[in-house]
């Protein structure tokens, strides 16, 4: 991991190289999943700015292991800043601040996580704060799902909260919408087509509507999601959670959610599709498939809409990005 007095070279968001000096680094109690460590860090611009960012890399115990979730991080985090272009962030969801993903040691740089995770103060979510934590969850999750992806691991340890937002983090086991779906969450979590002999059919947002539906009924009753089929002792809950744990086709898309407690679609406008980012994209995959047949996988159909589309990038011409079990 970085440490004091070194100097960090990487790209920003937008792909411009940047440079600052670290002076500074603490522990950082919202460590991603393992294999990928993180700390906090005080970068100074030469400038004068400073500013305070999460640094993810791999462990140091497991040298080579967690290419794959730092590229699903990058490629996530870029794809989230292309879909919100110049303006305003979205709050709900980890914001890429910058990264190296071609050095001896990939890393990324992401702001801070807000507040704390779900799971660690379920209890403390006052009956009032509900409501907000429904609506923020599905603004994060329709940004995902407009930039063409899915998170794959919604979790109490993957959302944030700090009294006014839920902060979606953690794209480790991201993946692009159409392309094959694989093992992927963790228990009690996963939607039962990410789940170890029961994968099948295409990565679609319909996948994180299950999770984000479990741990809504989680932070609204207090319950386990096993208990699920007790939404009808709330009547609102179970309006809003109609349909979500049925089969991916016939699961109501988040936009369909949000209307259901009367919120707005935040987005602006779907990704815009760039035909040379395409025509690249599929002269890497022919590339790598022929030099590397192994990574080639099963056949990626073309995406349904131009959001599924994702430029690669200069790691994905080693590794390729999707997370490989």
């Known amino acids: 991991m970085a440490q004091p007095g070194q100097t960090l070279r990487f790209r920003d968001r937008h792909g411009a190289w940047a440079e600052a000096a670290v002076t500074g680094c603490h522990d950082d109690p919202s460590q991603p999943a393992p294999p990928l460590r993180s700390c906090l860090l005080t970068l ?52 890429l601040i910058g990264y190296e993903a071609d050095g001896e040691r990939p890393f990324l740089l992401l702001e801070p996580c807000r507040g704390k995770p779900v799971g660690s103060i379920l209890g403390r979510i006052l009956p009032s704060e509900k409501f907000l934590f429904q ?13 063409g992806i899915a998170h794959r691991a919604i979790s109490p340890e993957t959302v944030y909260w700090d009294s006014v937002n839920a ?52 932070v609204t009753t207090g319950h386990e999601p096993d208990r699920a089929d007790l939404t009808g002792e709330d009547p609102d809950l179970a309006r809003l959670l109609a349909g979500i744990f049925g089969p991916p086709a016939g699961r109501p898309p988040v936009r369909e959610l949000l209307s259901r407690i009367n919120v707005a679609d935040p987005v ?21 498939a022929a030099k590397h047949p192994e990574t080639a996988g099963p056949a990626v159909p073309e995406p349904a809409e131009p959001a599924a589309a994702a430029e690669p990038t200069t790691s994905q011409r080693r590794r390729g990005w999707r997370r490989r079990r």
């Open 44 to 95: 100074t611009y030469a400038d004068g700015t400073r500013h305070e960012v999460r640094h993810v890399g791999m462990s140091d115990e497991e040298p080579g292991i967690g290419y794959g979730e730092l590229d699903n991080e990058i490629l996530a985090g870029l794809r989230l800043s292309r879909l919100c272009g110049p303006g305003p962030y979205p709050p709900q969801v980890s914001r």
């Open 135 to 147: 609506t923020s969850l599905l603004t994060g999750l329709r940004w995902i799902s407009a930039a």
């Open 167 to 218: 902060q979606i983090t953690g794209f480790a086991e991201a993946a692009l919408a159409g392309t094959p779906r694989t093992v992927a969450g963790a228990p009690p979590w996963w939607a039962p087509e990410q789940r170890p002999g029961n994968v099948s059919g295409m990565v679609s947002s319909e996948d994180d509507v299950w999770a984000a539906g479990r741990l809504i009924f989680y």
């Open 268 to 288: 602006p406008r779907g990704l815009s599709p760039d035909a040379a980012l395409e025509r690249g994209r599929a002269g890497f995959l022919t590339l790598r």
